[in-house]
């Protein structure tokens, strides 16, 4: 399922050995490189639809430069790929926004997960300026891919997080449990969600956020789906599970409502329409995804 | 497969909505509340190979508590959990040593599960003291779950890392890629792995690991297990792939070798024997039951 979910496709040729060469990446940052056009951090379009590119000329002389790999364009050598972190970012977080969304529906799979990996790695770059361990300023390193405290005592090196969520539908009697967040649009209900914490595998990850926010006692956990989400840098991992008692019990900080929804309330709802029980989640998330997947089978 | 995977048990009951509550939290800091007992971030190990555990009494007065979860004992209300972040352990980071390993091979899974769960932490506190955003001093909130910037003009949040890591078997032919780890000890081959990067979904992470590390085209990624491995706070998702080309090109960066091994090569290995084409890797490791899942199917 993998290259028809949101983010989740095959970008650009990442080339981690050239990262730790400098020498190679320095010749990398030629007149043929690109760089990744950025509005604050939302992606820009060009006028076909594509991830709009300038070149390192494009670049404010006072950023740090992400690389984000190669892209074979049809030349004899690939061109090397790159974003800016500008003064302007560092410190803020520009939360995803309508506009975002709109932009997100026009770009093809491979300029999305271009996007996807290129915004998550800006975002940590503005917010991880200084060195967690002593709290001196880091620098740059391995072309963006690392950050190295300045502090010759500490010299800690820090790498961009990837924070696994796990996100599950649950099935009873031929019916799926679904949820709906208070900064839910209207009517929309969605598989429930929750990060990975230290000291839990997968499977007890989601029968804890089932247990906790629904009361529901979660069993024969499976793996279905993954996808990497930059808001600011998830990693999703889409789950189905089994229960053997519907008793609900919400936990009010967390959720508005559960429930419990039939298989053509699914159905109607994933047609697209707006009338029925529910309104689905949209394509770009991975549990529209979760629930195309059970309807399915 | 999860309650035979080492620290990936069922621990305490995490009672996530507790660590939010202070007055609850601190009402549950009482004579009956249990320390677990650490020797540097090493387990200790009581008389009847169990954790070992002492009284909130026993703690160091200068140190931080993390709130771990409830323990089931049989009387009326559980008993609360904590470990201490002592000001020994600051900024420190002990490895795993040979002591650590043998001490694992004694703890029941849900000893292992608490313990894997605990160190992790610990160890995030002993190595986050400062605001990645703006370098000011970070105190401990919600029972050491979180810890906030002392800013006020930040106020910024963080939050324990988890870091999702692939680690797959590669078949092709009917034979298994294996590779072998500079800092193995000898003749010992074990699955490929690696960090999955911003960006990526499970799938293209498998794929740009086996390319990169041994240069294999790997496809049809499935997902077998998963581990919480608490050295210090990584994610361990087990996989397994195919191949159609057997030509390897090792990373000697990353590699020392990879080969392919016959279903007896590998039968042979995981029977514990040590005169065959190579060594198993341990059964506290994932891929010990990567390999058990592969001969078992």
């Known amino acids: 399922m993998e290259t028809t979910i949101a983010f989740a496709g095959a970008g650009l040729d ?23 056009k950025l509005d604050g951090i939302d992606p820009v379009i060009a006028p076909d639809g594509s991830l709009d590119w300038g070149t390192l000329a494009d670049a404010d002389p006072a950023a740090e430069l992400v ?22 970012m560092i410190g803020s977080v520009a939360p995803p926004n309508p506009r975002l969304w709109s932009a997100m529906g026009m770009l093809s799979p491979t300029d999305l997960a271009i996007y996807g990996g290129a915004r998550s790695l800006v975002d940590w770059h503005a917010r991880h300026r200084f060195c967690a361990r002593c709290g001196s300023p880091t620098t740059l390193a391995k072309g963006g891919w690392q950050r190295n405290c300045t502090n010759d005592r500490c010299k800690a090196e820090h790498f961009p997080r990837v924070d696994p969520v796990t996100i599950m ?18 009517r929309r209900y969605s598989a429930l969600a929750g990060f990975v914490e ?16 629904a009361g529901v006692k979660a069993r024969s956990v499976e793996y279905v789906a993954s996808q990497p989400w ?23 900080t967390e959720l508005d409502d559960a429930r419990w929804f039939t298989r053509e309330e699914v159905a109607h709802a994933m047609s697209g329409a707006e009338d029925g029980a529910f309104i689905a989640p949209p394509p770009f998330a991975v549990a529209h995804h979760l629930l195309k997947w059970w309807l399915a089978r």
């Not at 690389?67 to 302007?88: I, S, W, Y």
């Open 198 to 213: 230290p000291g839990e595998s997968l499977e007890s990850a989601v029968k804890r956020e089932v247990l906790e926010e």
């Open 14 to 36: 990442r080339t981690d050995h050239i990262r730790a060469d400098a020498e190679k990446l320095t010749s990398l940052m030629n007149w043929r490189a690109r760089l990744l």
């Open 169 to 186: 539908t649950v099935e009873c009697d031929g019916e799926l449990l679904l949820g709906r967040q208070p900064r839910f649009p209207p």
């Open 67 to 88: 690389f984000l790999g190669l892209m074979e364009d049809g030349a004899k050598d690939p061109r090397a790929c790159f974003a800016q972190v500008t003064p302007a």
């Open 230 to 252: 930059p808001f600011p840098s998830s990693l999703m991992i889409g789950c189905h599970a089994y229960a053997d008692d519907k008793t609900i019990v919400i936990d009010e």
